[in-house]
């Protein structure tokens, strides 16, 4: 018998215009974490979504359980016990959480020729997987009156259910608080008691080194190596997955902070559980962090001041110059720009070319005879940006959601670049991209900052906010609760501080 549950042998995919996979290996452990890590545009989801059936493979063979298989579909692969929560979860908020659970599956009773699904069977079956994974929901509550994490939960529970020997969990906790990451650190620990291999999908060091046995690393679609966790250092990890040493993860500054650009007075929502009466500065060519917990209401602000949400009171001025801002056009006129918080919600097109992605902020400014688009104009704009920036894309007309998670980030920061802001506020700019592709997002903030621009930082990740801010505000409950101006009081403990002042 072989050690492995799960082998990928010489797996290879293409695209048009770019080779996804190249002869990549993968071997899975039963009862085992094996973390699969690599920059973004390595290969690892489309290494994963071969194994899941979403793609067919152009070469290579599964081997499962010693047999070698074959997988059609999603379908063919949760029947042959390989399930897979996507880091892009599509559930129907709308329906309970039973009807996620067996959408596509209902138990059915039957009635004479009648079927007809048994609601009773199902909220009795969703119950007690649910307890499998130890999480005490209400099978008959709506999904969406669940947080991400524990909808993510929902999704375990149906692979659970699936008796799945192998679960593929793709960024699971890019969206999640650290008492969520702590519940679905414990379920995965009780899988792994129970013998299933799990695919660990993710860029935060500190979660590999902690929940991981085995790590895979890839690199531009090639396979470089496994190695058992706690051979690696995080250095060494980071060095394999890029190619180099990274050793300054965040630059030195490049240029000096002037005078202050935007300044907000007392601003309040209308919505009296979120921000009120809050205050703050910007300078010019300053990169000013905004920190908190979840929920401290630091996103809604930013799409106040953007003209997103609407506000009850308060001031937002320019350059000195009070602005009304009612809406984003307001905010983009007065040369303020927001790169959002959800990138694949509400930032990327991505049945759109990465062109119209950059375009759709400033065509208006490339028309001719006020209705024509001028073509050559406008690529130069994009092919400029993609140069500036490093895009990875085989061209400006690829679609955007083929490129990999910090290539669609940096076409965003083009997105709005193009619009030429003086103002730019990023909402977790890192999000879900890689410790390269962050190098990159951080020297063009840097970059920015030298030219001039005002940048507001909204970060959740620590090291990310006390490594690039010039300043921090922390927020908690929809209240400023404090100013770090000083690099030597900018520490965790400080942050944290502050961000439990209810």
Known sequence: MSEYLLELKGVSKSFPGVRALDHVNLSLRPGTVHALMGENGAGKSTLMKCLFGIYKMDEGEIILDGQK??????????????AMVHQELQPVLARSVGENMYLGRFPVKRYGPLKVIDHKKMYEDTKYWLDQVKMDFDPKALLGSLSIGQMQSVEIAKAVSRSAK???LDEPTSSLSENEVEALFRIMNDLRDKGVAMVYISHKMDEIKRIAD?????????????????????????????????????PAKKGTIGEVVLEVNHLSSIHERSFQDVSFTLRKGEILGFG??????????????????HLSSGTIKVKGKEIRIKKPSDAMKAGIGL??????????????????????AVYNKFLKAGFILDHPAMNKVVDDSIKMLRIKTPNMQTHIENLSGGNQQKV???????????????DEPTRGIDVGAKHEIYEIMNDLAAQGKAIIMISSEMAELLGMSDRIYVMCAGK??????????????????YATQF
Do not use: H
């Not at 400023?480 to 501080?497: A, C, Y």
């Open 166 to 168: 192998v679960v593929i």
């Open 292 to 309: 908190g917990l979840v929920g401290a209401q630091r996103t809604e602000l930013m799409e106040g001041i953007f003209g997103i949400r």
């Open 480 to 497: 400023l609760r404090g100013e770090i101006t000083d690099k030597e009081q900018m520490t965790q403990e400080n942050v944290m501080n």
């Open 69 to 82: 298989v074959e997988v059609t579909d999603p379908d063919d692969a949760m029947s042959k016990g390989i």
């Open 214 to 250: 085995d790590i895979t690393i890839m690199r531009d679609g090639q396979y470089v190596g496994t190695w058992s966790a706690d051979e690696l250092t995080t250095d060494q990890i980071i060095a394999k997955m890029v190619g180099r040493e990274l050793t300054n993860v965040y």
């Open 339 to 360: 790169i959002t918080e959800d990138r694949r919600g509400n930032g990327i097109m991505g049945c759109l070319s990465v062109k119209d992605n950059v375009g759709v």
């Open 412 to 426: 965003i920061v083009a997105r709005w670049l193009a619009n030429n802001p003086d103002i730019l506020i990023m």
